[in-house]
């Protein structure tokens, strides 16, 4: 889960750091954002699922437990 409001000044260096590389391309991506444009960004991170901020609980949990291994 990765808050796009948190990521700090260089986003694109985290972005390229987790889909873009081989070794943690497979591990899901969540985006949280309250950016208006939150799919474009979602897309641009290759996510795999967002969320919109704010956001209802039961939707987090449901995307949650969509990409939850057990």
């Not at 808050?3 to 081989?22: A, E, Q, T, Y």
Request: glycine content about 6%; aromatic content about 10%.
């Amino acid at each position: 889960m990765l808050d796009h409001g948190l990521m700090g000044s260089d986003p694109d260096c985290l972005r390229i750091g987790l889909k873009f590389n081989v070794t943690t391309c497979h591990i899901p991506l969540v985006l949280l954002s309250l950016h208006p444009f939150t799919a474009t960004i979602a897309k641009g991170f290759r996510a795999d699922a967002y969320i919109e901020m704010p956001f209802d609980i039961y939707d987090l949990a449901s995307i949650i437990n969509k990409y939850i291994r057990v």
